[in-house]
């Protein structure tokens, strides 16, 4: 068993009691194929829980300090995360997470760049809409409705993706992009609050 099925399992058996958590629409991520799973950011929890409640593997980013600890750095990497250096441009994880897609896998953003503790939906980095303009991937958002609190419902809500043709064809900016990308993530989470 990879460590990722590994993880993938203990976090299952730990979280899904303990948050109740429901998720609606998984029938909205694509069996095959590349795709990119945008999501708001509320909690450290929020790449175990995305990924448990989703069928396929995800590739997430995560913040290059986490991997300067060995241990820790090497436990991120054999569940498919990869470092990027915030607040900068950094070509090496951009050429990365353009790879998983070409390789037909699935990309975990969040595309607020950071946790918002209030529970509001922030702006988003031009990031999420770099990918989905590089890649044909399909964009599907997510919506974290919480709080994280012990045995209250946690909801987990994918949308239908996103249609990118016209965006590619436009050639639109990055921004553009992800600032439509919150916009399906704020309406999901509006719904379902």
Same mark, same amino acid.
């Given at each position: 068993?990879?460590?990722?099925?590994?993880?993938?399992?203990?976090?299952?058996?730990?979280? *899904?009691?303990?948050?109740?958590?429901?998720?609606?629409?998984?029938?909205?991520?694509?069996?095959?194929?590349?795709?990119?799973?945008?999501? #708001?950011?509320?909690?450290?929890?929020?790449?175990?829980?995305?990924?448990?409640? #989703?069928?396929?593997?995800?590739?997430?980013?995560?913040?290059?300090?986490?991997? @300067?600890?060995?241990?820790?750095?090497?436990?991120? @990497?054999?569940?498919?995360?990869?470092?990027?250096?915030?607040?900068?441009?950094?070509?090496?994880?951009?050429?990365?997470?353009?790879?998983?897609? #070409?390789?037909?896998?699935?990309?975990?953003?969040?595309?607020?760049?950071?946790?918002?503790?209030?529970?509001?939906?922030?702006?988003?980095?031009?990031?999420?809409?770099?990918?989905?303009?590089?890649?044909?991937? *399909?964009?599907?958002?997510?919506?974290?409705?919480?709080?994280?609190?012990?045995?209250?419902?946690?909801?987990?809500? *994918?949308?239908?993706?996103?249609?990118?043709?016209?965006?590619?064809?436009?050639?639109?900016?990055?921004?553009?992009?992800?600032?439509?990308?919150?916009?399906?993530?704020?309406?999901?989470?509006?719904?379902?609050?």
């Amino acid at each position: 068993m990879s460590l990722y099925k590994l993880g993938k399992w203990i976090c299952a058996v730990i979280f *899904y009691p303990l948050y109740r958590i429901k998720v609606i629409g998984q029938h909205n991520i694509p069996k095959e194929g590349p795709v990119i799973v945008c999501s #708001n950011h509320i909690s450290n929890a929020d790449p175990p829980v995305v990924g448990i409640t #989703n069928s396929r593997d995800i590739y997430f980013l995560a913040k290059e300090e986490l991997f @300067k600890n060995r241990l820790i750095g090497g436990i991120l @990497k054999g569940v498919h995360a990869f470092p990027i250096k915030r607040g900068m441009r950094d070509r090496n994880a951009l050429r990365q997470g353009l790879e998983i897609l #070409n390789n037909n896998h699935v990309l975990g953003l969040f595309p607020e760049g950071r946790r918002q503790k209030n529970g509001e939906i922030g702006k988003g980095l031009a990031g999420a809409g770099f990918f989905a303009l590089r890649s044909e991937a *399909y964009i599907v958002p997510c919506a974290i409705v919480g709080p994280y609190k012990k045995f209250q419902r946690l909801k987990v809500v *994918y949308g239908e993706p996103i249609d990118m043709s016209g965006y590619r064809e436009e050639k639109a900016s990055a921004q553009v992009v992800t600032d439509r990308i919150m916009e399906e993530i704020r309406k999901l989470h509006k719904i379902h609050s």
